[in-house]
């Protein structure tokens, strides 16, 4: 059941990533949103560009990070990926993505939505970092399962819009919600699985951690 549900999570983020590469790398800007969205991001384009295709490396990469086998196998790997996963997609991904917010479609609703998701996306990656700088492995892991949950919000939202859509919900209302819909439930889900799975460790056990970690 584990196994199925991370593979769910693996196929579902490399399909939203391939999307978002494939509508951004191959199409004209916006072919496949709505004309105002459309116009927005034309208005933008450095920072829709560089949002998208920031944003796509971390929730191609995020998966690979929390396998185990992998994080064994090949350490030098998983740091590497880590750091582009953190600089590149988190980093400049959620820069971008804050600048997009103050822009986003739906009002105050939708912009404080994107703009708290953004806050919350940079402060858990520079959490997570900082974790591991200073060699605890518990706290970085309990950072990184918060973040990758936010950065599955990609996902989520494109769950969430169709449907919206299927239900009959007009665009306009649905918008706003689902800028909150698509990440507070991951977070609590994070939240529930980090109480859970990852126990805190006092700090001065902390060494014990690393060296078992
Ligand atoms: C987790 C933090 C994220 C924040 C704060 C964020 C924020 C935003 C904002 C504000 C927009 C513009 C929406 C509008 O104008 O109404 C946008 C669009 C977009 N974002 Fe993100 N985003 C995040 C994560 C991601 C990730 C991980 C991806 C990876 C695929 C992604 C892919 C896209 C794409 C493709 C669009 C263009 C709209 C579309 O084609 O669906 N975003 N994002």
Redesign the pocket.
């Known amino acids: 059941m584990k196994r199925f549900a991370f593979g769910c999570m693996v196929v579902l983020a490399l399909v ?2 391939a ?2 590469l494939v ?2 790398g191959a199409l004209p800007l ?1 072919q ?2 709505g004309p105002e ?1 459309r116009a ?2 034309q208005v933008h384009r450095f920072g ?1 560009y560089t ?2 295709f920031a ?2 490396i ?2 191609a990469l995020g998966p690979f990070q929390f396998s185990e086998r992998l994080r064994r196998r090949f350490p030098r790997l998983h740091r590497t990926s880590g750091r582009i996963y953190l600089g590149a ?2 980093g400049l ?2 820069l971008a ?2 600048y ?2 103050t ?4 009002g105050l609703v ?2 404080s939505g ?2 708290a ?2 806050l919350a ?1 940079l402060y858990s990656g520079w959490r997570a970092y900082r974790a591991i700088r200073a060699g605890n492995v518990a706290e970085h892991r309990r950072w990184m399962t918060r973040n990758f949950a ?5 996902v989520t ?2 769950i969430l ?1 169709p449907v919206s859509a299927i239900s009959g919900i007009p665009f306009a209302l649905a ?1 706003p919600v689902i ?1 909150w819909l698509s ?1 507070v439930p991951n977070l609590l889900v994070a939240e529930w699985a980090v109480v859970r799975k990852i126990p805190a460790v006092r700090p001065d056990l902390r060494h014990e951690a690393v060296a078992s970690g």
């Not at 822009?103 to 739906?106: D, L, Q, R, S």
């Not at 936010?150 to 990609?154: G, K, P, V």
């Open positions: 939203v990533s999307y978002a509508a951004y916006g496949l949103v969205m927005n991001f829709i949002h998208v944003a796509s971390a929730l997609g988190v991904g959620g993505g804050l997009m917010s822009f986003a479609y739906g939708s912009k994107f703009a998701l953004a996306w936010l950065t599955l919000a990609a939202l494109r819009l918008y800028a990440w």
